[in-house]
């Protein structure tokens, strides 16, 4: 068994895309063991993204993610990181198989509706940044 951090990012909060997420995410076999819902500040994302600082799109990234409230959730069960990236599909919707999140949802590569953590290593990092030992079942 396995934990993946998981946002639902502010162009599907906006577009009332909350619950239909979290059924495909509980349709796939992921279950929801931590969820939340916060607006990020610019210093908040730009610790979350430090991985992209300095590449054209980052600032845009950030003004995106701060733009308004997120939902922030962990996810378990098996092979948990590398499933919930296939179930979002590719960055870019264009790219992304048919079924997927990002093929039905995203709207654009920026306004993508949902971040994955993309290795183990990624998801114990993140979801220590967001959410503290009292707030995990
Ligand atoms: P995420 O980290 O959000 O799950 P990802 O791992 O598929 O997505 P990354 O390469 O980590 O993609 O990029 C992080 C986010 O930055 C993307 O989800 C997308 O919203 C945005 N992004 C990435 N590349 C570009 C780009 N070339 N132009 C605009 N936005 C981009
Ligand atoms: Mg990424």
């Not at 953590?117 to 220590?128: F, K, L, T, W």
Request: glycine share 6%; charged share 30%; net charge negative.
């Amino acid at each position: 068994i396995e934990r993946t951090f998981s946002i639902v990012k502010p162009d599907a909060v906006k577009r009332n895309l909350i619950g239909a997420i979290y059924n495909r995410i509980e349709k796939a076999g992921l279950r929801v063991v931590a969820a939340k819902m916060i607006r990020m500040d610019a210093d908040k994302a730009k610790g979350f993204y430090a991985e992209h600082e300095g590449k054209p799109f980052f600032d845009d990234l950030v003004a995106f993610m701060t733009s308004g409230p997120v939902m922030v959730q962990v996810l378990e069960g098996d092979n948990a990181v590398v499933r919930y990236r296939e179930l979002m599909g590719k960055t870019n919707p264009e790219e992304a198989a048919c079924g997927t999140l990002r093929a039905d949802y995203a709207l654009s590569l920026r306004h993508n509706s949902v971040h994955g953590a993309d290795s183990p290593e990624s998801a114990a990092r993140e979801i220590a940044y967001f959410f503290a030992d009292d707030e995990m079942c």
